[in-house]
């Protein structure tokens, strides 16, 4: 649920980056403006919030030919926020994710869409619990320009898909509580040094 969320980087640099932006350049994500919410219903009462934080990953744009851009991410299972401390270590424990320190999400591009002049679809490999699926991030670049504090060149990107946990061998409780999982992610990437 957690490791779609950079790829929405790419799709969105992809569509409209400034003329200035000669490719392909290398974009590098700003962890501390990048998140992955998700949402999950419980027993039908209510939805359940987590969010995922700490990434690293770096964006490769083709401004001549943006369905030849990469990009890739990965960031800390533990990392996950819950809000409460006894769902999170159920969460690492071995009924979900079996998280160590050392275990990490992580999401790679296999091909981009263009979908319009600033969405895209772009289709990875997501690697979670030890298990890789190809998923699909419907991505939007929300702005592009020179960052106006760091005065150089910055993205935002948004991005949203649906997972199913069981996919991943974390079906647990399957289905009062939903296996689908609404994945929404916002990030800011900045042109490399």
């Given at each position: ?8 980087a ?6 409209t980056?400034?003329?200035a932006?000669a ?25 359940t ?20 851009s990469?990009?890739?991410?990965s960031?800390p299972a ?6 409460w401390e006894?769902?999170f270590?159920h969460?690492?424990?071995?009924d ?9 999400v992580s999401?790679?591009?296999t091909?981009i ?13 997501l690697?979670m ?14 702005q592009?320009?020179t960052?106006?504090m ?6 935002g ?8 946990r ?5 079906g ?17 990437a900045?042109?490399?040094?």
């Amino acid at each position: 649920m957690t490791r779609i969320f950079a790829a929405a980087a790419l799709a969105g640099a992809m569509l409209t980056a400034p003329a200035a932006w000669a490719a392909p350049e290398k974009y590098v994500l700003d962890a501390s403006h990048s998140q992955v919410l998700f949402s999950y219903s419980h027993l039908g009462y209510s939805t359940t919030w987590g969010m995922f934080s700490g990434f690293e990953g770096e964006i490769m744009f083709d401004q001549d030919a943006p369905a030849d851009s990469s990009v890739s991410v990965s960031f800390p299972a533990r990392s996950m926020f819950t809000g409460w401390e006894e769902r999170f270590q159920h969460f690492m424990s071995e009924d979900f994710f079996g998280a160590d320190e050392n275990d990490t999400v992580s999401f790679t591009s296999t091909a981009i869409e263009v979908t319009g002049d600033t969405t895209a679809l772009i289709t990875g490999d997501l690697t979670m619990n030890g298990v890789t699926k190809s998923v699909v991030l419907d991505a939007e670049l929300t702005q592009a320009g020179t960052h106006p504090m760091a005065n150089k060149p910055w993205a935002g990107f948004s991005a949203t898909t649906t997972l199913k946990r069981s996919d991943f061998d974390m079906g647990m409780f399957v289905p009062a509580i939903s296996d689908e999982v609404e994945v929404q992610i916002s990030i800011e990437a900045m042109k490399a040094e």
